[in-house]
T-cell receptor
Framework: GESVGLHLPTLSVQEGDNSIINCAYS??????FIWYKQESGKGPQFIID?????DKRQGQRVTVLLNKTVKHLSLQIAATQPGDSAVYFC????????????FGPGTSLSVIP | DSGVTQTPKHLITATGQRVTLRCSPR?????VYWYQQSLDQGLQFLIH???????AKGNILERFSAQQFPDLHSELNLSSLELGDSALYFC???????????FGQGTRLTVV
């Protein structure tokens, strides 16, 4: 079936280090990509998005990189903090809002104090 | 607080029953999305409404239906419930149809 990403992996990083969370997407026609953070017991929270006409976009302490050649998306978190501990999801969508949104299985990030 | 309100927060019901989940989007948002999150299926997109009209449909069962009302709130109706329908149901909203969305806290549905 359709899928974005791999089986749920776990990433552990030391507080203060940079984190890199990866996501592979399957649909080469996907045009819009979003990263979400989900803390335990809460709904997903929008972090950053990127469209296919860009290969990099920066936010506050986060950077998303898009490599369309290999259909790969990554989220970099600078100076990871304990509050960054959560499950991170990538999501993809086609060129229009008439396309459905597909979420990856998520990556669990654990920050070691 | 994302500004998206979902009610109820928890719902326990029996198999075969019908329930309605309600979502109030952020003020001014025209798009409403519904998602189902279960342990074995992850986050599954169900349906997207924009300003009252269905915009995209995902893995939504025929037993499920949704609508967005003129005041932009939305309801997700789940009927003939099965044990496998137990999950977290999230609503999300965005200002435009093409933006990343802001999620509510979810409704946890337990079918017994």
């Amino acid at each position: 079936g359709e899928s974005v990403g791999l089986h749920l992996p776990t990433l552990s990083v030391q507080e203060g280090d940079n984190s890199i969370i990866n996501c592979a997407y399957s649909n080469s026609a996907s045009d819009y990509f979003i990263w979400y953070k989900q803390e335990s017991g809460k709904g997903p929270q929008f972090i950053i998005d990127i469209r296919s006409n860009m290969d990099k976009r920066q936010g506050q302490r986060v950077t998303v990189l898009l490599n369309k050649t290999v259909k790969h998306l990554s989220l970099q978190i600078a100076a990871t903090q304990p509050g960054d501990s959560a499950v991170y999801f990538c999501a993809e969508r086609g060129k229009t809002s008439y396309d459905k949104v597909i979420f990856g299985p998520g990556t669990s990030l654990s920050v070691i104090p | 607080d994302s500004g998206v309100t979902q009610t109820p927060k928890h719902l326990i019901t029996a198999t075969g029953q019908r329930v309605t989940l309600r979502c109030s989007p952020r003020s001014g948002d025209l798009s409403v999305y519904w998602y189902q999150q279960s342990l074995d299926q992850g986050l599954q997109f169900l349906i997207h409404y924009y300003n009252g009209e269905e915009r995209a449909k995902g893995n939504i069962l025929e037993r499920f239906s949704a609508q967005q009302f003129p005041d932009l709130h939305s309801e997700l109706n789940l009927s003939s419930l099965e044990l496998g329908d137990s999950a977290l149901y999230f609503c999300a909203s965005s200002a435009r149809a093409s933006d990343g969305a802001f999620f509510g806290q979810g409704t946890r549905l337990t079918v017994v």
